[in-house]
């Protein structure tokens, strides 16, 4: 079989099992199984696959028939400028979560030296875009799961960062170390009995604690918005995303809690997804 054929057999696998992006799926896996770029695929339709490298691609293609997200199978996710090494244990970088990076930067000089703390930093996937790009600034990331935090720790040595952020297994319900100029975050926020209402791609592969948030998918943004009230600076600034239809409610407990509402960014969907929010008491 030639490379042609091999992703034309996956494609048709992929699209019997109703997964839309088939093509691309199937050439990306190939070129993951092959160790090569998807371009240079594309130039050699017609080699031969060594039958070795189609029972691996078989197998891979079985698990995405299954649903499995694409970044899974071939553990990285591309995010903001950078690639990032993911598995289950993080949830899967998105790319609305860009829009912290790009606050955050907005509000800090290239050569300026601020603190920051990421609560709930998963893959690293933030925390590592903002450092590479304001290399000054101080920084510490904490999850509660030790696992998430392994993988935030290999993309951060893959990054070249591994000296620059200070990362701790802990719960952010008993953090209290430091005061920062910026705390950040994409917390948890689905509501639990929401969570099986996700496609199969995320609520049967992504990790819970990752996502679920409560019966009302406020309980860690309730618990970021008290707790950093002690650990920001005057004048410090909390900067988080939201889910859809919590934009009022986290407005309203970020005003009752002594916070100046200073900007809240729409994704690309027009969904309230980023709150920048001042400390002013
Ligand atoms: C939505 S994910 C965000 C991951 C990553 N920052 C991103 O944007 O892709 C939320 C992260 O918060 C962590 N987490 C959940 N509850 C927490 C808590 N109480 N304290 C600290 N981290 C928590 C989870 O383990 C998970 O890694």
């Not at 499995?68 to 553990?75: L, N, R, W």
């Not at 993911?86 to 790319?95: H, T």
């Not at 790009?133 to 030790?146: G, H, L, Q, W, Y």
């Amino acid at each position: 079989m030639n490379y042609l054929e091999t992703i034309k057999f996956g494609s048709n696998k992929l699209k019997k099992n109703k997964i839309d992006s088939h093509i691309l799926d199937s050439e990306l896996l190939l070129s993951f199984v092959l160790k090569l770029s998807r371009e240079q695929i594309l130039l050699n339709l017609d080699s031969d696959i060594k039958k070795k490298n189609f029972k691996k691609f078989k197998k891979f293609l079985s698990r995405r028939e299954k649903k499995e997200p694409m970044a899974y199978i071939i553990k990285k996710k591309e995010f903001w400028k950078n690639s990032f090494y993911v598995n289950k244990d993080v949830l899967i970088p998105r790319p609305e979560t860009e829009l912290i990076v790009e606050e955050v930067l907005n509000n800090i000089n290239n050569s300026s030296s601020k603190n920051l703390l990421e609560i709930g930093t998963g893959s690293g996937c933030i925390i590592i875009s903002i450092i590479k790009e304001r290399p000054n600034c101080f920084s510490t990331a904490i999850d509660i799961s030790k696992k998430a935090l392994n993988i935030a720790k290999i993309n951060a040595k893959l990054h070249h960062l591994k000296n620059k952020i200070n990362f701790i297994n802990i719960d952010i319900d008993k953090f209290n170390l430091n005061k920062y100029d910026f705390v950040i975050s994409n917390p948890p926020y689905i509501k639990k009995f929401n969570l099986r209402r996700l496609g199969k791609n995320v609520s049967l592969f992504e990790p819970h604690v990752a996502l679920e948030a409560g019966t009302d998918g406020l309980r860690e943004i309730k618990k970021i918005i008290k707790k950093s009230k002690k650990l920001l600076k005057k004048n410090g600034k909390l900067i988080f995303e939201i889910g859809e239809h919590q934009s009022k409610f986290v407005q309203k407990i970020l005003s009752e809690n002594g916070y100046y509402i200073n900007n809240v960014i729409k994704d690309l969907s027009s969904i309230p997804r980023v709150i920048v929010s001042t400390k002013i008491i």
